[in-house]
């Protein structure tokens, strides 16, 4: 009788700690604990059913059966070049396989959970061979930036907890930010079926639909992608601009961010919803991601660039639209208002011949004051022959004579080079570069000298 009581005890503080109490279908005078989650894929939904025994003693014993297994748990690793820089933690559990039953079954479903993340994880991984994920000896390799992977795998969890502080630093908390987000995803995958499950079902086929691919890596995805696209444009441009600065040009970029979430926006939008909150936070951070960047060449060019990146068909990866707000008026050039790219190396092309045609726009506005006599010498003005190869002229039409002048610009330097015409090729060069500061030639100064016509006497 003690042991009866001790045992209905027991079974009475599980269910007060939310657990659900039920007969095994296969031995209805048995008890057992539903701790698997039912919208889980069948092959874990049915195995979350554990029987609740008890033994010699009175005291419960939770028995799962031959599908139990050694307690695992996702792990993420950020890798650079072939060195581990920082890992997610790994949950400690107790060396006493005697705990409390509660303890055993909130054990028992973390354990299906991360096991069936990882299973999940492996789905989608096939789908995404497009955009770089590899698995490889069961690890699930993530593209993030140049020298640099994110590592997905599933390890068994020691009875020794790990040491504190082996990995610390921004690579262990992107590791733990992308563990919590792999699993708040899954769950946000559990919450899709069950909504999906409340409606009317389709009608009726002979052939039974495909069991649907969780978004789980498509959101991390998106977000790695975003941010390295960001940092290769951010330094694109601050490399750009340094070489336009030290020649006189007025050039700047307002920076570029990560979008973040407007709180109070989403609360207004989930008081017009029926959805929970947390439904309508998630469903905010799954939305393709855009930044926007204004970037100004001089005062008659600027642009605006929306970079938007977006894993979910028909869109698979990262697209720049570039918006021309201003445009060169001095010379005789059609430019496109607005350009769409799907490759940053497209688009820093554009950009680079952007800042030609207004470097050329710029010179072609200079006056000629350095012209030893005016009254001989006509032509005060470059003018631009062709601007999109960054070439432009200057004649001397009293002495019979027309000076050439070309334009280079790259992401590292600003080049110049001038010469006579049908004479030597290359008179005189100047070159800005990333490392000029303050004290080099500005660039008017050097048209000037390029412009000059020196009178032997």
């Not at 009866?4 to 269910?15: D, G, H, N, R, S």
């Not at 890798?79 to 820089?85: G, L």
């Not at 052939?207 to 789980?216: D, F, G, Q």
Request: proline residues 5%.
């Amino acid at each position: 009788m003690e042991q009866e009581t001790k045992y209905w005890e027991q079974v009475l503080a599980v269910k007060e700690q939310g657990w659900s109490i039920c007969r095994l279908p296969r031995e209805k005078h048995t008890l057992g604990v539903r701790y698997g989650f039912a919208e889980a894929a069948p092959e874990f939904r049915d195995r979350g059913l554990a029987a609740l025994r008890r033994g010699g003693d009175g005291n419960m014993i939770l028995d799962q059966g031959i599908i139990a297994s050694h307690p695992k748990a996702v792990r993420i690793r950020i890798k650079e070049k072939d060195v581990i820089v920082g890992t997610s933690s790994l949950p400690s559990i107790s060396a006493d396989v005697d705990g409390q039953i509660e303890d055993l079954i909130l054990r028992a479903r973390n354990n299906i959970f991360e096991e069936e993340l990882f299973h999940e994880i492996n789905r989608e991984a096939r789908t995404l061979a497009s955009q770089g994920v590899r698995s490889i000896d069961n690890i699930i390799h993530l593209p993030w930036l140049d020298d640099r992977q994110i590592l997905i795998d599933v390890v068994p969890l020691e009875y020794n907890p790990a040491q504190p502080g082996a990995f610390t630093g921004a690579e262990s908390d992107l590791a733990e930010s992308i563990a919590l987000s792999l699993r708040i995803l899954q769950s946000y995958a559990h919450r899709q079926n069950l909504r999906r499950r409340s409606q009317l079902p389709p009608p009726l086929t002979e052939r039974k639909p495909p069991r649907a691919i969780y978004a789980i890596l498509r959101p991390i995805l998106t977000y790695l992608q975003h941010q390295s696209a960001l940092a290769s444009m951010r330094s694109f441009l601050s490399t750009l601009m340094r070489p336009l600065l030290a020649a006189g040009l007025k050039s700047d970029f307002f920076s570029i961010t990560l979008p973040t979430l407007n709180l109070s926006t989403l609360t207004e939008a989930n008081a017009k919803s029926s959805k929970a909150t947390v439904e309508v936070l998630i469903e905010d951070l799954v939305r393709p991601l855009e930044s926007s960047t204004t970037v100004t060449l001089s005062a008659s060019t600027k642009l605006q660039i929306k970079v938007r990146t977006h894993l979910y068909p028909p869109v698979l990866g990262t697209e720049y639209n570039v918006t021309t707000t201003a445009s060169p008026s001095g010379i005789d050039v059609s430019i496109p208002s607005n350009m769409h790219f799907t490759s940053k190396f497209d688009l820093e092309d554009h950009i680079l011949h952007l800042a030609t045609l207004d470097t050329v726009n710029t010179i072609s506005t200079f006056p000629m004051n350095n012209a030893v006599d005016s009254a001989e010498l006509d032509g005060e003005l470059w003018l631009a022959t062709d601007p999109h190869c960054g070439e432009l002229t200057k004649s001397f039409s009293s002495l019979g004579r027309s000076k050439r002048m070309a334009i280079s610009i790259d992401r590292n330097k600003l080049e110049i080079k001038w010469g006579w015409l049908n004479g030597k090729p290359e008179e005189g060069r100047c070159i800005w570069d990333v490392g000029d500061g303050d004290g080099v030639k500005s660039l008017g100064e050097v048209v000037a000298e390029a412009g000059r016509y020196e009178v032997k006497k």
